[in-house]
RNA sequence: GGGGUCGUGGUGCAGCUUGGUUAGCACACCGGCCUGUCAAGCCGGAGGUCGCGGGUUCGAGUCCCGUCGGCCCCGCCA
């Protein structure tokens, strides 16, 4: 990839670049343009490393070929930006670089002009930069230069134009949808925008183009897709930031297995182009409720095993009161099993106690399985009956570490989810060269929202419930399952979608149940309300999380690196001192004026 | 909104627990030597008052409070 041919550029002002020159370039005069990387002055023989975005390229200074330029190399620095004219030459015997893509050969300097001068660089341009995160997004352009951020960026580039490749051969139309929107009730927070001509009104960004989309599908454009930036004004995250890119799709008369089969083939294609590697599908389907109770979330690493077991069958009536009245009340007691974490120190157990805790549970109690029986502060108030019991559910063997956690089913499953994914990353139990992607299927409509005390919509309000649930509509909300899907991968939710309400009646029961009237819905929504009596299709779509799927493709553990500018934790854009005060005048022409910041 | 952690020459770190000599090391940088390096080597040199503000103290990089910023996590993210 980074061995690119000059010929397909076609630049006057050199004949080839730094990265394609090989053993059978040997005699020719080539002229290059770059950087430099590296010099080493050994006296009389100066070698110096020309660096572009496709390679590298030793070139010899040697003052017997040519006194003058030899001269003129004393003064290189490093990053100077150089055009450098030499003769090929294969590298004398033994002096072959393997760990060189051009290490068979070297320049032999016979001209070199300095095409710009560089002050010295905050950080050195390596790959293996020791600099903080904050001076290279300070710096962003020199961090853009090591060849390893250019070579997520140029992944990108691949991965992006695989992404259209793929989706027109399968039929899909590209449409671009506006980032000036109206403002809508539901999910994340919005960056508004205001507006001048129409002052005390906002637009805001698009959360995505969910409406859009779904109107292009009552248009009749059957299958639309858009690489679009969304925005969300919420706290960031190592994989969130506020604004992130979707592959959005969207698809006419379709139900699920269409949507899995279209998202599958764009998987396998990305892929097996963009890193060689091939994926297995179709990709296993697990619900909901089987990822919460064996993983304990819904976006499952599955590369590693230490699943969440349910005990509480065997602790009822235990003496441990703990356990029996956190079962009688409702609640669970559910453990996961460490194979061979029996040799826990007491810092490193209470180091997990304190984990669960810090996510406002209770804490954890734990077993270290023994032979005969339980090294264990609660192994007196159990019966032998109920250890063989948890033993058996848990496939505990001598040696291993049981960790049980009780309390209300959800949070408790939670929380042993958080300590297995903790444990998996301590133990180093997860293989980097896998790639593991499944389906998590059948999640509920809605969730119910304690702060506003109303159901609100899990995934968002235009998922179509499942037909067979609709009875439940009245009589028990929470328990309708939606037409809604994600895709995960490795741990990460790298794609999620649905099938939408393309029945008005459904919607506005939809509607009505998240707390939202006839008049707000259709002062709100009524464009997509009034486009659902005009003939809408059955559709739906899935949106990927291109910068996390990037990342992983990448190997990275940060978005930040196959972002070109990323922001902080903070949303800060550290570059370009992004937000910034505006002047009287702007805030005048929008109307707004600033209230004392707190 | 909350919790954790970090902030010391250009860069990365040590020093902070037990306040007190010229704040130490490595890399980078500058000068010199060196014809086969590719983490080049050897010799020499310059460069910091410890994120910012306040406090305690005879005395603060070191203790306390606040604040700003980076990173990680919880809440949040349909």
């Not at 809508?184 to 969910?210: C, M, N, W």
């Not at 506005?508 to 709100?524: W, Y």
Request: aromatic content about 10%; proline content about 4%.
């Amino acid at each position: 990839m980074r061995a690119f041919k000059l010929e397909k550029i076609a630049i006057k002002a050199r004949t080839h670049t730094c990265g394609e020159l090989r053993a059978e370039h040997d005699g020719l005069t080539v002229t290059l343009t770059g950087w430099v990387d590296s010099r080493r002055d050994h006296g009389s023989l100066i070698f110096v490393v020309l660096r572009d975005v496709y390679g590298i390229s030793q070139v010899v200074f040697d003052p017997s070929e040519d006194k003058q330029v030899y001269e003129s190399a004393r003064e290189l620095k490093n990053e100077y930006v150089i055009k450098l004219t030499g003769k090929v030459r294969r590298r004398p015997e033994g002096m072959v670089n393997p760990n060189m893509a051009t290490g068979e050969i070297e320049v032999v300097a016979q001209d070199v002009k300095i095409l710009n001068r560089a002050d010295v660089p905050p950080f050195p341009i390596v790959d293996d930069v020791d600099a903080s995160e904050e001076l290279r997004f300070r710096y962003r352009y020199l961090d853009l230069r090591r060849p390893e951020l250019q070579k997520n960026i140029v992944l990108r580039h691949r991965a992006a134009q695989t992404v259209r490749r793929y989706l027109d051969g399968q039929g899909f139309f590209e449409i671009e949808t506006p980032f000036l929107m109206r403002s809508t009730p539901e999910g994340a927070r919005d960056y508004l925008v205001p507006s001048r001509i129409h002052k005390g009104k906002f637009y805001a960004l698009p959360q995505s183009p969910q409406t859009y989309k779904q109107i292009l599908m009552i248009a009749g454009y059957d299958r639309y897709f858009q690489i679009v930036k969304c925005f969300r004004d919420e706290d960031l995250r190592a994989e969130r930031q506020p604004e992130f890119t979707q592959i959005d799709m969207e698809m006419s008369f379709v139900e699920e297995e269409d949507i899995f089969r279209i998202a599958e083939g764009l998987m396998r294609t990305l892929f097996d182009e963009v890193i060689g590697m091939s994926l297995q599908t179709p990709f296993p389907i697990i619900s909901f409720d089987e990822a919460m109770q064996r993983f304990g979330t819904d976006k499952p690493d599955v590369r590693f095993g230490m699943e969440i077991s349910d005990v509480s069958e065997f602790v009822r009536s235990s003496e441990f009161k703990v356990f029996s009245s956190t079962v009688a009340g409702g609640g669970i007691v559910a453990g996961i099993n460490l194979k061979g974490g029996a040799g826990y120190s007491r810092k490193q157990v209470d180091g997990l106690n304190q984990f669960v805790i810090d996510l406002g549970g209770k804490g954890v109690l734990t077993a270290k399985v023994k032979e005969d029986s339980w090294d264990s502060s609660i192994r007196k108030f159990l019966t032998d009956a109920m250890i063989s019991g948890i033993n058996e559910k848990l496939a505990a063997e001598a040696g291993d570490l049981l960790i049980l956690i009780a309390g209300e089913k959800m949070q408790t499953l939670t929380n042993l989810g958080k300590l297995r994914n903790k444990l998996a990353r301590d133990e180093n139990l997860i293989s980097k060269e896998e790639f593991k992607p499944l389906w998590v299927t059948e999640f509920p409509l809605l969730e119910f929202d304690e702060e506003e005390q109303r159901y609100v919509a899990m995934h968002h309000p235009f998922t179509s419930p499942r037909e067979e649930d609709l009875a439940l509509f009245d009589s028990s909300p929470g328990k309708v399952k939606a037409r809604a899907y994600d895709l995960v991968l490795n741990g990460y939710e790298i794609a999620g979608g649905s099938i939408r309400n393309h029945r008005l009646d459904i919607q506005m029961k939809v509607f009505n149940l998240l707390k939202i009237d006839d008049k707000e819905a259709r002062e709100k929504f009524g464009f997509l309300l009034d486009g659902l009596r005009f003939g809408a299709p059955p559709h739906g779509g899935i949106a990927f999380g291109f910068d996390r799927l990037l990342m992983l493709l990448a190997g990275e553990n940060s978005i930040r690196n196959v972002i070109a500018f990323p922001k902080t934790t903070s949303a800060l854009s550290l570059m370009d001192n992004a937000p910034a005060e505006v002047s009287e005048k702007q805030l005048k022409e929008l109307g707004l004026k600033i209230i004392a910041s707190l």
